[in-house]
């Protein structure tokens, strides 16, 4: 029995010092390399800022750079892992990676990346990560490109974009909307071809600095654009010209906000659930929002469904709707005081319930055409909606018999846009109605768009309100 208890006792002490030094070794990396990255950008920079850059005759030079610090205006990748993690994976793999910030804070740089790489990609499908690619960062990117360094790189004729994070997050979008030449980033490895495993593959996350003289050998590249750390110092130290893009070039200056006149490609289509920039702050604020939406939701079907329009409109204000009629009257009425038939409402189509709030100004029920409507929004919306095939005879005539019953709302564009573009559109319905109001819409989100997939019930009710 002395025997044990010793044993014990010699085992405690050897666990208890183990974890006495690997604490003590946490903290010397965590807690000092983040304090010195720390110090390091708050000294004055080794290289003059980008605002100093002269940008004429640069037709012919290189340039290289870093998306993260660089390109984008945020001083911060963890929004971007999170849209990755809540588009193109599930709510709670995006609530794991926001768990996970009070600890990445203290991490320093590169064990704070492979963290959220790990988060973010490990299970993640490689058709959900190319989606998220394709339709949802570009909107994110080009809201936060710096101007400045926009200017730059779209003087030079040749651009090549060195990075740490994953490649698959930036690749696309830096070819078809930059034009860049060539990027280099973190390569994933995957596992049957369908996974991602959240591990770096090779030599683990892309050192810039070696990537840069392996790509261009003894030559020299024209341009070197980097933070002001220590890390692209030494990046773009290895160019003929370096300059720096500092916090105050980022955040302060308002000539570094890139507005929508000045995007290089115009932005017309975009998906995603998040109608907002999730930095950590925000993302928390919206899972504390999250278990309301389906007492709301339940709410506003119930006073849509059951009440009178006026009534339903007093309670839907209470519960902070907000519905703003700019124009004239559109309700259309004969000389003896009867209603006109055959009425077509012709709108922008923005979201799904823009014949819902349409009816609702109006006062009275419509019937609306629709496409592509789901089911379960078909039997909890508060008005008639009727399915059109894309066959233009066959929709002309349901419409025709449709507008001989009374007045008749519809989207000739077919689809939704969440920018401010009308989108090609069939003339079908100028051939059907004596009677044509155009309606213009307007709506703008917080949180969530309307086509929030995961929770169908609450998709045509998430827009009116958000706090």
């Known amino acids: 029995m002395v025997f044990l208890k010793s044993m014990d006792w010699v085992v405690y002490q050897i666990l208890a010092n183990s974890c006495c030094r690997a604490a003590r070794k946490m903290r010397s990396y965590g807690f000092f390399?983040?304090?010195?990255?720390?110090?390091?950008?708050?000294?004055?920079?080794?290289?003059?800022?980008?605002?100093k850059c002269c940008l004429e005759g640069r037709?012919?030079?290189?340039?290289?750079?870093?998306?993260?610090?660089?390109?984008?205006?945020?001083?911060?990748?963890?929004?971007?892992?999170?849209?990755?993690?809540?588009?193109?994976?599930?709510?709670?793999?995006?609530?794991?990676?926001?768990s996970s910030w009070s600890f990445l804070w203290f991490l320093y740089s590169e064990l704070r990346l492979r963290v959220m790489i790990f988060i973010t990609f490990c299970g993640l499908r490689i058709k959900g990560m190319e989606t998220v690619e394709r339709s949802v960062l570009p909107k994110f990117y080009l809201e936060n490109i710096n101007l400045q360094v926009y200017e730059l790189w779209a003087s030079t004729g040749s651009r090549v974009v060195f990075t740490s994070v994953p490649r698959v997050m930036v690749e696309g979008f830096l070819k078809e909307y930059l034009s860049v030449n060539h990027v280099l980033g973190t390569e994933m490895q995957t596992v049957l071809g369908k996974y991602f495993t959240g591990l770096p593959s090779?030599?683990?996350l892309l050192a810039k600095s070696?990537?840069?003289?392996?790509?261009?050998?003894?030559?020299?590249?024209?341009?070197?654009?980097?933070?002001?750390?220590?890390?692209?110092?030494?990046?773009?130290?290895?160019?003929?010209?370096?300059?720096?893009?500092?916090e105050e070039d980022s955040k302060s200056c308002p000539s570094s906000v890139m507005t929508r006149d000045k995007y290089p490609k115009p932005l017309v289509f975009h998906d995603g659930r998040l109608a907002f920039f999730p930095t950590p702050s925000a993302t928390l604020a919206m899972f504390l929002w999250l278990p309301l939406v389906i007492f709301l939701a339940i709410y506003r079907i119930c006073?849509?469904?059951?009440?009178?329009?006026?009534?339903?409109?007093?309670?839907?204000?209470?519960?902070?709707?907000?519905?703003?009629?700019?124009?004239?009257?559109?309700?259309?009425?004969?000389?003896?005081?009867?209603?006109?038939?055959?009425?077509?409402?012709?709108?922008?189509?923005?979201?799904?319930?823009?014949?819902?709030?349409?009816?609702?100004?109006?006062?009275?029920?419509?019937?609306?055409?629709?496409?592509?409507?789901?089911?379960?929004?078909?039997?909890?919306?508060?008005?008639?909606?009727?399915?059109?095939?894309?066959?233009?005879?066959k929709d002309g005539e349901t419409m025709k018999r449709l507008l001989s019953e009374g007045d008749l709302v519809v989207c000739p564009e077919g689809t939704t846009c969440r920018e401010p573009y009308l989108l090609r559109f069939s003339s079908l319905f100028a051939e059907l109605a004596d009677e044509i109001v155009p309606v213009a819409i307007y709506t703008h989100e917080h949180v969530l768009w309307n086509n929030c997939k995961w929770l169908e019930m609450s998709r045509p009710h998430l827009l009116p309100h958000e706090p």
Not at 33 to 51: A, D, E, G, I
Not at 212 to 217: R, S, T
Not at 218 to 246: A, W
């Open 59 to 98: 037709g012919s030079q290189t340039l290289i750079c870093d998306i993260d610090g660089a390109l984008l205006r945020s001083l911060s990748f963890f929004p971007y892992f999170m849209l990755v993690a809540f588009e193109g994976g599930s709510i709670f793999r995006a609530f794991v990676l926001l």
């Open 33 to 51: 390399l983040r304090n010195l990255s720390l110090k390091t950008s708050q000294q004055h920079p080794f290289f003059p800022s980008v605002t």
């Open 202 to 204: 090779g030599s683990g």
């Open 303 to 393: 006073i849509g469904i059951f009440l009178p329009y006026k009534m339903a409109n007093l309670l839907g204000i209470w519960s902070g709707i907000d519905i703003k009629l700019k124009g004239e009257d559109i309700n259309y009425h004969s000389e003896s005081g009867n209603k006109r038939k055959g009425v077509l409402y012709v709108f922008s189509h923005r979201t799904l319930l823009d014949p819902v709030f349409l009816c609702a100004t109006l006062g009275r029920s419509l019937t609306a055409v629709t496409y592509s409507l789901s089911k379960t929004s078909e039997i909890i919306a508060s008005i008639r909606t009727v399915r059109l095939t894309r066959d233009r005879k």
């Open 210 to 246: 070696s990537a840069l003289k392996e790509f261009f050998g003894e030559k020299k590249p024209d341009i070197g654009l980097g933070s002001s750390s220590l890390h692209d110092h030494h990046f773009i130290s290895i160019c003929k010209e370096s300059y720096v893009v500092t």
